[in-house]
């Protein structure tokens, strides 16, 4: 049995129970707890793994809105390693302090984002996979154990593609 897209509501629900409180969760381990998790998510700090969600947040940003005109975006890496490589590159001289507050804005904007897409969005061979991935699928991966809200396994894996 296929399980269905997610919905608008159901993005918006799983940003609200998860990457809303995402942050704060990481703000509240401690600092030898945050070193370790960013080791654990392959970063060599905290900052790191924030700036790399930074970037699938602007990409996601980017391509979506594109893919609903119905064109095709171009895209200026081969695969998520350079993705995250040119990611890494980008932000080596922002503070975490920024790079926090710009997580809070582009979450925002990719919520307002969903909020706003078509209906027929939800369904779209490109679009839909893409928001499963970089939303449900990306919080998975960088799930901090100390995250005292609803699993993101509750979503189920409706897109098993690769992951950003």
Do not use: C
């Not at 905290?46 to 975006?73: C, F, Q, Y």
């Not at 904007?109 to 449900?136: D, G, K, M, T």
């Amino acid at each position: 049995m296929t399980q269905q897209p997610m919905s608008r509501q159901d993005y918006l629900d799983f940003m609200s129970n998860t990457w809303d409180s995402y942050d704060a969760t990481l703000n509240g381990l401690t600092e030898a707890d945050q070193q370790r998790y960013a080791e654990e998510q392959g970063f060599e700090s905290l900052k790191d793994v924030l700036a790399h969600i930074n970037d699938w947040w602007r990409e996601t940003l980017r391509v979506v809105p594109v893919w609903a005109r119905g064109e095709s975006p171009e895209f200026d890496y081969e695969d998520f390693d350079a993705f995250k490589a040119q990611s890494l590159e980008r932000h080596a001289n922002v503070n975490l302090a920024q790079t926090q507050q710009d997580f809070e804005n582009l979450r925002g904007q990719v919520a307002a984002l969903v909020a706003e897409l078509p209906e027929a969005a939800f369904s779209n061979p490109q679009i839909a996979p893409w928001l499963y991935r970089v939303i449900v699928t990306h919080y998975r991966v960088h799930e901090p154990d100390a995250d005292p809200q609803i699993p993101a396994a509750k979503y189920g894996d409706v897109y098993t593609n690769d992951q950003p």
